[in-house]
């Protein structure tokens, strides 16, 4: 079962890489106020991920910031540091969060994990996008086959908010 429009989003336990290490984020605290834009990459450093999904982003933060986002927020199932390290070689600045969940709590709570064991990657999270308002989702464009990068890009969420 996945998560729909209208429902609220999880509070699990996720991560974010500091200077002091790993620290603990609760998502109903990062996610479950004001206007967020939350984006979820199988992989980072895997190829849509690195040269179509999270560039979209970049590209569109402040078309979204002008449509009332809050916060933009990428996660995926890799832990926190390989976040950080594929943000610096992107070059993602303090406008989008890159959010680790490393044991998919979070991405099966919502119904968007799959089993990438075959290509070697371990449970994964589908590829999405959605708009949570307050805590509840407003907004959610699920990839159909959870890989491509057709309806959850940056601009796709753009059209959405002005739609």
Known sequence: MSINVGDR???VTLRVATEAGADAVSSAELLGSGRVVLF???GAFTPTCS????PSYVDTAS???SAGVDRIVCLAVNDPFVLTAWGASQGVGPEITLV????????????MDVDASRAGMGKRSKRYAMVIEDGVVTTFLPEEDGFSAIVST??????ALKA
């Not at 940056?154 to 059209?159: I, L, N, P, T, Y």
């Open 9 to 11: 989003i999880p509070d």
């Open 154 to 159: 940056g601009q796709c969420v753009v059209d």
């Open 40 to 42: 979820a990459v199988p």
């Open 100 to 111: 680790s969940d490393g044991n998919a709590e979070f991405t099966e709570a919502i119904g």
């Open 63 to 65: 078309e979204l910031a």
């Open 51 to 54: 040269a179509v999904h999270l």
